[in-house]
């Protein structure tokens, strides 16, 4: 079935670094790709998407490219800040009842 | 004004008892889904009511029963708790275009003592 890797984490960084979290994805068809965050003692928000291939979602910073031929939605961000410490969600869409199936999660922790 | 929101946002209970977990959403979405996160973060889809119509229903023990009397409430039911039910359970809902993602709740923190 589908489904979604993401890198382990925690991933441990100082504020103004740079961010990278990667994300693969196994799929039949052609999903929606979405980047979710939850805040410590929070619910999922949703932080970017990419609807097709090439496409670029974008957000608060964050970045991700939808690329097919790798089959990947990697979350990048040029500068972190201590407020991004979260964990991020990696997902996609499948099947005909738009099911939002998740990565494991990476947790990330930045700090001053 | 919240979008979605899940009542109780905590609970704790005995082995062996029942227990209700109620949810609504306010965005005029057509449909609705529980998710439980485990202790790992790990999220797995549990139930999904399209206008009251069931849906998805993942390999979920049959003491675990969705109830959906309209299109804006989302119930969960949990009979004999048992210790291994001890999770976050998300409510979430969508409007029937997939690419617009998923709204969740806050979530209800669920301990079986």
């Known amino acids: 079935g589908d489904s979604v890797t993401q890198m382990e984490g925690p991933v441990t960084l100082s504020e103004e670094a740079f961010l990278t979290i990667n994300c693969t994805y196994t799929a039949t068809g052609y999903p929606s790709l979405f980047w979710y965050v939850q805040y410590p003692g929070e619910g999922l928000q949703l932080l970017l998407k990419a609807t097709k291939a090439d496409d670029k979602g974008s957000n608060k910073g964050f970045e991700a490219t939808y690329r097919k031929e790798t089959t990947s939605f990697h979350l990048e961000k040029g500068s972190v800040q201590v407020s991004d410490s979260a964990v991020y969600f990696c997902?996609?869409?499948?099947?005909?009842?738009?099911?939002?199936?998740f990565g494991a999660g990476t947790r990330l922790a930045v700090h001053p | 004004d919240t979008a979605v929101s899940q009542t109780p946002k905590y609970l704790v209970t005995q082995m062996g008892n029942d227990k209700s977990i109620k949810c609504e959403q306010n965005?005029?979405?057509?449909?609705m889904y529980w998710y439980k996160q485990d202790s790992k973060k790990f999220l797995k889809i549990m139930f999904s009511?399209?206008?009251?119509?069931?849906?998805i229903n993942e390999t979920v023990p049959n003491r675990f029963s969705p109830k959906s009397p309209d299109k804006a409430h989302l119930n969960l039911h949990i009979n004999s708790l048992e210790l291994g039910d001890s999770a976050v359970y998300f409510c979430?809902?969508?409007?029937?275009?997939?690419?617009?993602?998923?709204?969740f709740g806050s979530g209800t923190r669920l301990t079986v003592v």
């Open positions: 979430a809902s969508s409007h029937r275009d997939r690419d617009l993602g998923y709204t």
């Open positions: 965005l005029g979405h057509d449909t």
């Open positions: 997902a996609l869409t499948s099947g005909g009842y738009n099911k939002l199936i």
């Open positions: 009511y399209n206008n009251k119509e069931l849906i």
